[in-house]
């Protein structure tokens, strides 16, 4: 329900001037994360921006989000989806699906079934390979500049393809796809962080005057082309002509939904592809690019690297390697992960949410679908809630007292309430797995001419750092045979 005061009609939320026509279009930085961050700090914590003929509403204090995410929950659970997101997914996903039947049949089937903790168990060994073949590339080329967030990446993206079709193609097929996919993934996510005059004059997106649209339309269909011989491939195993690993993946899960066809809200072919797709797009960039700036805030913290390595071979030893059961007793490592994404939450704007209709937050008038940013980066670096903001500094998270759920509105890197992240329980493993394994297999050195690491960010659909991040690992384990492959 919106929160409507009888009384007094409520004032429009305060902003900065723009130009006829086209608004504070003009006047936008590139980094918009701190940009909103100042208009707040000018203008209070509910801002409105005339983006066109869109509205744009930046919401940025722990109360106000908390009217938002939860006090109206359902109003704003819609969102407002840009013009090439939805050529990407049909709007048959869950990312970009408005609120209603459809996204809570896809939901459902991704967290209760998908993404549970039952069926992660089961994929354990799909991650533990690609997480042993990262730390034996790394050992080979050890003492010299590797580019860590290119290899997390590629990591993290043959873990998620794994668990996706993993034993629908096998052997060099499955590299082949890995390789395309990286690049067809690049390209669409660069595109889905311009701003898109198609968005702001929706009249005008037929004209496509920035050529957006156009270009994003080859990865997607080269994207839709993988997927689809995926779906082939695993139609043909069914009727046994195909190979198969005897590993279980979310491909074969899918296709048995189905055919099981249960539901009054049907799982068509169209959702199975923008369900793969969410998991690649959505499950890749932000899980490899949390670990790329945690282990460069470590680097930079040499007491918190020690401190680290210090519990991990008190709980795994120094003659033995990590495991995911390892985890759950590893309480540092998990305030480094929650400190990483208080000040890099890789998210930080969140996916923008809409109102289905007209209501109030902290007073002021939000008109009906206009584009909500929720600036979870400003509230995670409020220096009234926060001390030292721009320290990094994990101790603050031991207490227990912020997690990942979304239920306290100072920290929330993976959003709160029915549209939060459909992930938490993927990322939460293969984060932390992987900055374990790496902080307990390797110390890390900065290169030989600088002193510290540059953690400037760039804003994105993913908040990336500005500059790769090129290290050096050095060895901690006397035993090579640590580092095979596969052990
Ligand atoms: C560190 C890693 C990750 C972070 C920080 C993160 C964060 C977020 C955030 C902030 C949102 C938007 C919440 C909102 O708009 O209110 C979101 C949405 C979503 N995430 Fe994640 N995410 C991560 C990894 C993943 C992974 C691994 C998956 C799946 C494989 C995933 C799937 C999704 C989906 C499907 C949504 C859309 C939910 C909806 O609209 O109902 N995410 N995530």
Not at 185 to 212: K, R
Not at 455 to 472: A, D, Q, R, T
Request: glycine share 6%; with cysteine; hydrophobic share 40%.
């Amino acid at each position: 329900m919106c929160i409507r005061s009888k009384k007094a009609k409520p004032r429009s939320p305060p902003g900065p001037r723009g130009l006829p026509l086209v608004g504070n279009l003009p006047f936008l930085e590139s980094e918009l994360h701190s940009y909103f961050a100042k208009l707040s700090r000018t203008y209070g914590p509910v801002v409105k921006l005339q983006l066109g003929n869109k509205i744009g509403i930046v919401v940025s204090s722990p109360s106000t989000v908390r009217e938002v995410l939860k006090d109206q929950d359902i109003t704003f659970a819609n969102r407002d989806a840009p013009v090439v997101g939805l050529l990407a997914t049909g709007g048959h996903d869950i990312v970009w699906s408005p609120y209603g039947p459809q996204w809570r049949m896809l939901r459902k089937v991704c967290v209760l079934k998908m993404l549970s903790n039952a069926t992660l168990d089961k994929m354990y060994s799909l991650r533990r390979r690609e997480t042993r073949k990262a730390v034996y590339y790394l050992y080979v080329n050890a003492g010299a500049p590797v580019n860590l967030g290119e290899q997390m990446f590629l990591t993290i993206l043959n873990v998620v393809t794994k668990m996706l079709w993993g034993s629908t193609v096998v052997g060099d097929a499955g590299a082949n796809v890995g390789a395309e996919l990286k690049q067809v993934m690049s390209e669409i996510t660069e595109i889905l962080g311009l701003p898109n005059i198609s968005d702001f004059f929706p009249v005008l997106a037929p004209l496509d005057l920035q050529g957006l649209y156009k270009r994003i339309s080859k990865p997607v269909e080269k994207l839709n082309g993988i997927i689809d011989n995926m779906i082939d491939q695993r139609l043909k195993m069914v009727k046994g002509s195909g190979e198969s690993s005897g590993e279980v993946d979310f491909l074969q899960f899918l296709m048995q939904l189905k055919d099981e066809n249960d539901s009054k809200t049907p799982l068509t072919l169209d959702h199975i592809k923008a369900l793969l797709l969410d998991m690649v797009i959505g499950g890749t960039d932000t899980s490899s690019t949390s670990i790329e700036f945690t282990l460069a805030e470590v680097i930079n913290n040499p007491e918190v690297m020690r401190k680290a390595q210090k519990e991990l071979d008190e709980v795994v030893g120094k003659d033995n390697i990590v495991e995911e059961s390892h985890i759950h007793k590893l309480p540092y490592l998990l305030a480094i992960m929650k400190e990483s994404l208080r000040l890099h939450p890789v998210l930080p704007l969140l996916v923008p949410h809409s109102p289905a209709e007209a209501c109030t937050v902290g007073g002021y008038a939000i008109p009906k679908g206009c584009r909500v940013f929720i600036n979870a980066w400003a509230v995670h670096r409020d220096p009234s809630i926060w001390e030292n903001p721009s320290e990094f500094n994990p101790d603050r998270f031991l207490d227990g007292q912020w997690d990942f759920s979304g239920n306290d509105f100072s920290y929330f890197p993976f959003g709160s309430g029915r549209r939060m992240c459909a992930g938490i329980a993927m990322a939460e493993r293969m984060v932390l797995y992987s900055i374990a394994t790496l902080l307990h297999s390797f110390d890390w050195k900065v290169q030989e001419d600088k002193n510290k690491l540059d953690l400037s960010e760039k804003f994105g659909i993913v908040l990336k750092l500005k500059n790769p991040l090129v290290v050096v690992p050095i060895p901690r384990f006397t035993n090579p045979a640590l580092y095979q492959s596969e052990l």
